[in-house]
């Protein structure tokens, strides 16, 4: 019987290409495959980004291959990514919202463009190396279930993945921690064991949101507008929306005697909220673009625990849908910083059910 083939994203980090050596270990014929996702990348910019898919990562990937004696390819995914994830992203921005371009990324470039890639290539599987694993619920569903260890737990960003690329992928890292992962490599000798884990946004390896937004958008930044309280008050002038988002605590220079915080965003107006550390805590959200994934649908409401952003640890909450692509969210005690552009993932037993972006509060 011929071996199963899988395709594994290598990103030319540990948790990759363990990924990919796990799966040697258990029988499948592995290809190695790195995508080019950049749009430019400088000497400079290659020396300062540890992430995944610049040209650094491609020689990091392409030594752990011949390491383990698999093929290694690079795909093109620029033009994806660009339309898919960067101008997503800046949108997001410039409408006052705070979008999760990880999110984005996983849904359509590394699943959707590398996943039909893949298949015609012939591979049975694509794998990566996130921190979950894949189970069929007791409802007969693909579902992305939590860990082994919550610590480094990626879920959250998976959750908009659909039936048929769960279907068609593999998660190995998720049976292990961090560290076992690590110890993994160093036994194995591979080149990656000691590389430090990619920062938050890999295009934005300087972490400078806004002038990243103003380089790719240009006149279209709003300009600076007003702090405002809830009620109007003027209490000084901002920088612009695109330097703000929800529950911000730091950078706003604002000589008020004590902290405050960003409660709103207003696109409209351009107009920044600032409220006291009460003022960040809401118990409801809306949310759309919704992603049933454990479950196939939502009718009736149903008592969850949701995430409302990567970090966040999860709370119990009543999720029913208001509308055809509308779920409303209500939490049993008040969560902070409920932030427009993020998601919302709903959660039961350890599995992802489903979840939506997080639209209005």
């Known amino acids: 019987m011929a071996k199963k083939r899988v395709v594994v994203g290598m990103s030319g980090g540990v948790d990759s290409s363990v990924a990919a050596y796990l799966l040697k270990e258990q029988g499948y014929e592995v290809i190695g495959v790195t995508m080019q996702i950049w749009q430019e990348e400088t000497k400079q910019m290659q020396e300062e980004n ?27 995914f620029k033009k994806e990514f660009k339309s898919r994830v960067i101008d997503y992203f ?10 999760n371009p990880c999110i984005a ?9 590398m996943l039909r890639r893949s298949l015609e290539i012939g591979a049975d599987y ?3 190396g996130h921190y979950a694993r894949i189970a069929i619920t007791p409802e007969g569903r693909y579902a992305v279930r939590s860990s082994v260890t919550a610590k ?23 049976e292990y921690t961090k560290e076992e992962i690590r110890k993994i490599a160093a036994r194995e000798g591979l080149a990656a064991a000691n590389k430090p884990d990619s920062q938050e946004i890999c295009f934005i390896p300087d972490h400078d949101h806004a002038a990243f937004i103003e380089q790719e958008a240009g006149e279209r930044v709003p300009g600076s507008g007003n702090f405002v309280t809830a009620d109007g008050q003027i209490l000084g002038r901002h ?22 915080f ?11 909220v600032i409220g006291e550390a009460k003022d960040v805590f809401g118990d409801t959200l809306y949310c759309d ?57 709903f959660y039961e037993d350890g599995y992802v059910l489903g979840g939506g972006c997080i639209r209005k509060y």
């Open 152 to 174: 480094k737990d990626q879920t959250y960003a998976l959750y908009n993945l659909t039936q048929e690329q769960l279907a068609h992928t593999l998660m190995p890292v998720g």
């Open 239 to 260: 920088q612009g929306i695109t330097h703000y988002t929800v529950g911000q605590r730091k950078g706003l220079n604002l000589a008020m005697g004590h902290p405050v």
């Open 126 to 128: 694509i794998a990566t």
């Open 50 to 76: 540890g992430g995944c898919c610049g040209l650094s990562a491609v020689e990091d990937a392409r030594r752990v291959a011949d390491q383990l004696d698999i093929p290694h390819y690079v795909m093109n």
């Open 262 to 272: 960003v409660t709103e965003i207003r696109r409209e107006t351009d107009e920044v």
């Open 105 to 113: 990324c996983n849904r359509y470039v590394k699943w959707e463009s």
């Open 289 to 345: 673009h919704l992603n049933f994934m454990g479950m196939a649908d939502l009718q009736r409401p149903r008592e969850v625990i949701a995430k409302i952003r990567y970090a966040h640890a999860g709370e119990r909450c009543v999720i029913e849908q208001v509308e055809e692509d509308v779920v409303k969210c209500s939490f049993l005690k008040p969560v902070r910083a409920i932030t427009p552009g993020q998601a919302a993932v």
């Open 90 to 99: 800046v949108e997001e921005y410039l409408a006052g919202r705070t979008p």
